[in-house]
């Protein structure tokens, strides 16, 4: 299991000596958010209605941005397949990378979007409903993610087809995330319901997510 | 301890690489296996390593951890050099060392490994800095850093100048001379005493 935490806390120095990933993924998710009210025009009832609809889809798309490089690096210096003759079952070791990803770029675009709910008039009431489901929900990002990143590695131009492979998988999240938000801001369905599938998904994905993402690398390395 | 490898048959998309390969590394010998490009040298390794199924065959670590798979009682050491560019050849070691080791990092075969491959000057200098012969050197350290008793060496001596080889074959030496197996692909003789060459694809370069 120490080696589990050797490979996590390699990926997660990786993250800050080599940067790059994360800052683009919050300049991403900035950007596009702050374009919200460009184009839809000054209206503060109609911005903070989309808002909890606008920051979860843009965090789903920042988060695309960063999954490819979950495995390509490793990859292409041959890491990986040195990864695959450690004692730990590639499976755990697809955990770790997963585990590196979500709390080098899941946990700061959940921080960063109840600033990002400003730009948008977001009800101040929903912002620590808004934090809470983020971080519940980002889990699911990244271990769902990584099954894309790791069937699209050798792939050409794998980054638009990761799009369409992890995009529809992240429906449910983005449906009971936004239901969660709607509830603690007056909206018709339950807070607890929602949050509550909202956990168990990303429970599903860690489970599946590490499995799935193992099975393919080794499909891939023959 | 014995790698026994027997009637081995190993597929690459719909071509046959290998076909019904059988030998045996008994502890304390080097097998050099040598034959033209495209032989199947590299996928004899990497089949030995786990890193490609078989189609047939058997592959086995006889006398070895029978609580560990064959891959995690080797060291597989491929056409890449597996360094992080931004950690420095220390950190890459000593990560190396804890993930294959499981964890317990001993800080003198770090510091052993260092000068098995005479990177004692580099050791702080990161990887990205280094010339191709150098990564290769910091990737070869991995060797020596953690205990392993069988070690798979796939063109070992790529960008390696002259002492450098040298230095790779005292190791290898030192590795052998010890009851430790080496499976190597490599066209630069190692100069060992113990070692023995398995030419492969001969059949299908005829055929």
Redesign the interface.
């Known amino acids: 299991?120490?080696?589990f935490?050797?490979?996590l806390k390699?990926d997660l120095?990786?993250q800050v000596?080599?940067g790059g990933a994360v800052g683009t993924a919050l300049g991403f998710y900035l950007i596009v958010v702050a374009m919200m009210p460009l184009g839809l025009g000054p209206d503060l009832n109609l911005l903070s209605r989309i808002a909890p609809g606008v920051l979860w889809i843009a965090l789903l798309l920042a988060a695309l941005l960063s999954l490819p490089r979950i495995f390509e690096?490793d990859d292409?210096?041959?890491?990986l397949?040195?990864?695959?003759?450690?004692?730990?079952p590639l499976e755990l070791a697809t955990a770790a990378k997963a585990l590196a990803h979500w709390i080098s770029t899941g946990i700061p675009l959940a921080l960063l979007a109840p600033v990002l709910g400003l730009l948008l008039n977001l009800d101040i009431e929903a912002y620590p409903v808004l934090v809470a489901t983020m971080l519940v929900g980002t889990p699911a990002i990244s271990f769902l993610g990584l099954v894309g990143a790791a069937l699209t590695l050798r792939a050409r131009r794998g980054g638009l087809l990761l799009a369409l492979l992890v995009l529809p998988l992240y429906i449910p999240t983005l449906i009971f995330g936004i239901a969660a938000i709607s509830a603690a801001t007056g909206g018709p369905s339950g807070f607890q319901a929602s949050f509550l599938i909202l956990g168990a998904i990303s429970l599903f994905s860690l489970v599946i997510g590490p499995v799935a993402a193992a099975a393919a690398i080794r499909f891939q390395?023959? | 301890m014995r790698l026994s490898v027997k009637h081995l048959v190993v597929d690459r998309g719909a071509r046959r690489i290998v076909d019904d390969l059988s030998f045996a590394v008994e502890a304390g010998e080097a097998l050099v296996l040598v034959g033209p490009n495209g032989a199947g040298k590299t996928t004899v390794i990497r089949t030995v390593a786990g890193l490609i199924g078989v189609a047939g065959g058997s592959i086995a670590l006889e006398g070895g951890d029978a609580e560990k798979e064959l891959p995690a009682q080797a060291h597989y050491i491929g056409h890449l050099n597996a360094l992080k560019p931004s950690l420095t050849v220390e950190e890459n070691l000593r990560f190396w060392a804890a993930y294959l080791g499981g964890g317990a990092v001993d800080g003198a075969a770090i510091d052993a490994a260092l000068v098995a491959f005479d990177l004692e000057p580099l050791a702080m200098i990161p990887a990205g800095y280094l010339s191709a012969g150098q990564k290769r050197r910091a990737c070869l350290a991995r060797l020596i850093a953690t205990p392993r008793p069988l070690w798979l060496l796939d063109e070992p001596t790529v960008s390696l100048d002259a002492a450098s080889v040298a230095l790779l074959a005292r190791q290898v030496g030192q590795h052998v001379a010890g009851g430790g197996l080496v499976l190597a692909a490599t066209h630069i003789p190692l100069g060992l005493a113990s070692e023995r060459r398995l030419e492969i694809g001969v059949r299908s370069a005829a055929a």
């Not at chain 1, 292409?76 to 890491?79: C, K, L, P, T």
């Not at chain 1, 397949?81 to 730990?88: C, H, K, Q």
């Open positions: 299991m120490s080696a935490w050797t490979l390699r120095l990786l000596r080599e690096a292409e210096d041959g890491s397949e040195v990864i695959a003759t450690g004692d730990l390395t023959q």
